[in-house]
């Protein structure tokens, strides 16, 4: 992906994404994560974990303005407090 392009154009250009707080962090431990995205005006118990695991697997963070406006980069009709850009799947061993 472009680094040119900014974290919000970079989400709505995704092949594939992970959205919400619960997938994302999901996302992130799974080392699917390629950039982690947060709202600025979600609530901090949200993305607060959101936040940690990104930063424990080296995954880059971005905060965007508000939670409407990533829930629409993401291609949703209510607003999304963090999403993830994700890489491809790797096959299961075996």
Do not use: F, H, N, W
């Not at 680094?3 to 996302?27: D, M, W």
């Not at 799974?30 to 993305?47: H, P, S, Y």
Request: proline share 5%.
């Amino acid at each position: 992906m472009a680094a040119t392009l900014s974290p919000l154009e970079q989400i709505r250009a995704a092949e594939a994404r992970a959205v919400g707080a619960s997938q994302t962090v999901k996302a992130v431990r799974r080392g699917r994560a390629l950039l982690v995205l947060v709202a600025e005006d979600a609530d901090r118990k949200v993305i607060d974990p959101v936040i940690r695991a990104a930063q424990e697997r080296g995954v880059p963070l971005a905060e965007v303005g508000s939670m409407r406006e990533l829930g629409r980069a993401c291609g949703i009709a209510v607003g999304a407090a963090a999403a993830a850009v994700l890489g491809p799947s790797t096959p299961a061993a075996g």
